[in-house]
């Protein structure tokens, strides 16, 4: 039987068509990929989550042997409920030179165009590896990808000379982004008459207190931002996106939620940070609440942690050498949204981000990708192939 070939428009169309919200499994989609993967002679492995509804998938194409290079992938989407489409978002549409669809941009393109080439790179001379990693729950916190980089790192592939995450970048080299720290915290006071507040303990009040004091840190981030930071903004932002307390105007409340983040620049230190605030709900605004309600409490859950990727120097840089002999650029830059990058970089691979499509359409409806990023990705990655198999590669 002969081995089935996409195109690349053909596989981003098929991928597009599993539905892989974050809350969904991915498993027809990795089902998918592994059979055809195996068809062209690739042996893939498959790390599961802990209730095997999910899975991570990787495989290399050619000798396992040290100074490959991994390509980097999410295979999970963000939602489309309560965005406005002027189609099918599972169903690719090609118009007026863009690929529409969710997932085209962020981050299915990019891993469609890797499966495409594989027929390719299976039937180069590859003299290193080119490895293909696709993960699960990127977009709740990057956390789906570590068992597999665990694995990776820990001998399931001979050592790479780099890990290229495929986010999108505009093809554009980036050597480091912000992590990306949010949470929910929740105050619970006690509800009493708005004319007795002496019987209650108001968990809106204590909120508010937090609120100030998230600005009070984010005050003092700016302050301290380093003067070459190539960040936008330069420091650690923070921000609150979710405040809900209270039922009527009349009641003191006695129940207070806070959604918030900060997005740390890579020299910052996010457990630190998140202890300073604690060690202010407890010690500042707790003791006030208690004082009326023995019961009163402020608990902080951490929703997601998205380490931090930072600039490599010297001959750590491998991949960022590698991308600029393959693309000839001469600069490189820094984003502010998180990336899997960090969790590479932090078992030891040497990681950059360079991928197809704009951010600015990632998580938009009528999500799209540009087709002359397309073809420049797909130019990229025979650069690639053409790398991997020189003899001196």
Not at 65 to 72: A, D, F, M, Q, Y
Not at 173 to 178: D, F, N, P, S
Not at 348 to 362: H, L, M, Y
Request: charged residues 20%; hydrophobic residues 40%; contains cysteine.
């Amino acid at each position: 039987m002969t081995a089935p070939t996409y195109s690349p428009r053909e596989m981003i169309a098929k991928l597009v068509s599993f539905d892989t919200v974050s809350d969904k499994s991915n498993l027809p989609l990795i089902d998918f990929v592994e059979d055809y993967l195996k068809v062209h002679g690739l042996n893939p492995t498959r790390v599961y989550n802990e209730d095997r509804t999910k899975s991570n998938l990787y495989a290399t194409v050619g000798p396992n042997r040290e100074g490959g290079v991994v390509l980097s992938g999410h295979t999970d989407v963000v939602p489309t409920a309560h965005q406005t489409w002027s189609h099918d978002p599972f169903d690719m549409v090609e118009k007026d030179g863009r690929l529409y669809g969710r997932g085209t941009c962020d981050m299915k393109g990019f891993v469609a165009m890797c499966l495409a080439m594989v027929p390719e790179f299976a039937n180069a001379d590859l003299r290193v590896p080119i490895h293909l990693a696709l993960s699960y729950d990127e977009e709740v916190g990057c956390t789906g990808c570590v068992g597999m980089v665990e694995a990776m790192a820990n001998g399931a592939i001979a050592k790479p000379r780099a890990v290229l995450v495929g986010e999108p970048t505009d093809m554009k080299l980036v050597v480091a982004h912000k992590g990306v720290n949010s949470f929910h915290t929740t105050v619970t006071g006690r509800e009493a008459h708005s004319s007795q507040p002496h019987r209650g303990a108001n968990a809106n009040i204590a909120a508010g207190k937090l609120v100030a004091y998230i600005a009070r840190m984010a005050e003092e981030a700016a302050a301290r931002a380093p003067a070459d930071s190539p960040f936008e903004p330069p420091q650690t932002s923070f921000q609150v996106g979710l405040l809900h307390g209270g039922n009527a105007a009349n009641i003191i409340p006695g129940h207070c939620e806070i959604g918030w983040e900060f997005r740390t620049i890579p020299s910052d230190d996010a457990n630190a940070l998140q202890a300073q605030f604690e060690a202010y709900a407890a010690n500042e605004v707790l003791p006030a609440l208690r004082a009326t309600a023995p019961e009163a409490d402020i608990v902080t859950e951490k929703l997601c942690g998205v380490i931090p990727l930072a600039p490599e120097q010297g001959d750590a840089a491998q991949a960022e050498a590698l991308v600029r002999e393959l693309t000839g650029q001469n600069q490189s830059g820094v984003v502010s949204y998180g990336t899997e990058g960090g969790v590479f970089q932090a078992h030891g691979f040497s990681t950059v981000v360079v991928g197809p499509g704009s951010i600015d359409q990632a998580h938009q409806p009528d999500e799209y990708l540009e087709v002359e990023q397309l073809d420049a990705c797909i130019a990229f990655l025979r650069k690639l192939r053409d790398w991997a198999s020189q003899p001196t590669a």
